[in-house]
Antibody
Framework: EVQLVESGGGLVKPGGSVRLSCAAS????????MNWVRQAPGMGLEWVSF????????YYADSVEGRFTVSRDNAKNSLYLQMNSLRADDTAVYYC???????????WGQGTLVTVSS | DIQMTQSPSSLSASVGDRVSITCRAS??????LNWYQQKPGKAPKLLIY???SLQSGVPSRFSGSGSGTDFTLTISSLQPEDFATYYC?????????FGQGTKLEI
């Protein structure tokens, strides 16, 4: 059974940093690209970032470019999102999602909430 | 960037109804269009990919159509568990944008 479990969320001050993790199991992690998608409270889905299988191709939404860094460790079956210079509008539930491939998100984690507030 | 626009933003319907949700892309995305269902407090679930391919395990009352810029998600006979929010998403460009969502209410 495919499982994606996010962790690392919490309360962070504006300008602060946090690192999210996504632990994958039930499939060969190194065979799949991965995505981060976020959802602000009461709002819709916003794609955040994609990383390819070997980390060769990485893309970001304009709203996070230069502040967020996605990475992965295939040996640990883990995906990461380093979030720096956080702002109030980064407050959201952050989901990791497997790439089917080509942008189709076929499995999602349960999400982790990041709240940016003083 | 490709903008995705869904209509309507909300929709009231009854069990057994046939409903359709429309998604329009700001430029042609050929058939790179996916549909997701999200229930409150839950992660989104993939329903339809590549405009009309049904994801494994998804009931056949869900169907998708369209190409280019205009797409439709149809639910042929609403069931109680179908009341949720639906999102379209383009996967033509690597900035994988979503529509704003359509809330389907009883």
């Amino acid at each position: 059974e495919v499982q994606l479990v996010e962790s690392g969320g919490g309360l962070v001050k504006p300008g602060g940093s946090v690192r999210l993790s996504c632990a994958a199991s039930g499939f060969t992690f190194s065979d799949y690209g991965m995505n981060w998608v976020r959802q602000a409270p009461g709002m819709g889905l916003e794609w955040v970032s994609f990383i390819s299988t070997s980390s060769l191709h990485i893309y970001y939404a304009d709203s996070v470019e230069g502040r967020f860094t996605v990475s992965r460790d295939n040996a640990k079956n883990s995906l990461y999102l380093q979030m720096n210079s956080l702002r109030a509008d980064d407050t959201a539930v952050y989901y990791c999602a497997r790439d089917f491939p080509s942008g189709i998100h076929d499995f999602w984690g349960q999400g982790t909430l990041v709240t940016v507030s003083s | 960037d490709i903008q995705m626009t869904q209509s309507p933003s909300s929709l009231s319907a009854s069990v057994g109804d046939r409903v359709s949700i429309t998604c329009r892309a700001s430029q042609s995305i050929t058939r790179h269009l996916n549909w997701y269902q999200q229930k409150p407090g839950k992660a989104p679930k993939l329903l339809i990919y590549a405009a009309s391919s049904l994801q494994s395990g998804v009931p056949s009352r869900f169907s998708g159509s369209g190409s280019g810029t205009d797409f439709t998600l149809t639910i042929s006979s609403l069931q109680p568990e179908d009341f949720a929010t639906y999102y379209c998403q383009q996967s033509y460009s690597t900035l994988y944008s979503f529509g704003q969502g359509t809330k389907l209410e009883i």
